[in-house]
Each structure stands twice: as structure tokens, then as C-alpha cells.
Nanobody
Framework: QVQLVESGGGLVQPGGSLRLSCAAS????????MGWYRQAPGKQRELVAT???????NYADSVKGRFTISRDNAENTVHLQMNSLKPEDTAVYFC????????????????WGKGTLVTVSS
């Protein structure tokens, strides 16, 4: 039906950069707000950044000025450029999208990717 696949995670040194990508595929009618969330060991999942279809962005205070979210509506993708990474950014990063499928175009549901691990360590 619909799947989200994240990529770009890995090991990076403090102060380094990574670019995460998420591609949505399947029986998609429309994609509304897309976003990135993360979950560190022993912590609750938290919002990192969101972006509406029109391009309005929202960031967690902890990543403002360092992370940038973007999307390509034509390719059903969302990206997260992460700069000046800190050890506290270490987490599994999940992609979430609000999607209406071809099965029921008027019903918007949340879909999640399986996550990609980002480890910031020297």
C-alpha cells in the first residue's frame, strides 16, 4: 500500500554533517505534512522537524539553526540536512508522513518508516 524508507544514517564525529532522506512509495493519492522524529535510548520519541506541502517548516528548539528539512513533492521525498552534530543528536531517526491513499482519497493517515540510526561520536 504505502511505505516510507529512510536512508543516510551512520556514524559521524561531533561537528560533522549527515543528510537523511525518506522516500514514500505505493498507492499514494496525496502527501500532506512530512516530518522527522527521533528516539534516543531510554527516551521518548520526539519531534525534530516538520514541513507542510506548501513548505512551512517547524523545528525543535534543540536543532534550530543546525538542521534543515526540505521536500520534493514531485518525488514524494523529504530530507533532513543535519549540520554541527552533537552527541545528544544520537538516535534512531524516523520519517513520518500524512498520506491519503488511492484506496480512500479523503482519509488522511500517518505512516512511519522503520528508522535509520544516527550515531554522533568520536
Amino acid at each position: 500500500q504505502v511505505q516510507l524508507v529512510e536512508s543516510g544514517g551512520g556514524l559521524v564525529q561531533p561537528g560533522g554533517s549527515l543528510r537523511l532522506s525518506c522516500a514514500a512509495s505505493g498507492s499514494i493519492f496525496n502527501i500532506y505534512t512530512m516530518g522527522w522524529y527521533r528516539q534516543a535510548p531510554g527516551k521518548q520519541r520526539e519531534l525534530v522537524a516538520t514541513i507542510t506541502r506548501g513548505g512551512t517548516t517547524n523545528y525543535a528548539d534543540s536543532v534550530k539553526g543546525r538542521f534543515t528539512i526540505s521536500r520534493d513533492n514531485a518525488e514524494n521525498t523529504v530530507h533532513l540536512q543535519m549540520n554541527s552534530l552533537k552527541p545528544e543528536d544520537t538516535a534512531v531517526y524516523f520519517c513520518k508522513s500524512q498520506i491519503a491513499t488511492l484506496l480512500e482519497t479523503g482519509r488522511v493517515m500517518d505512516y512511519w518508516g522503520k528508522g535509520t540510526l544516527v550515531t554522533v561520536s568520536s
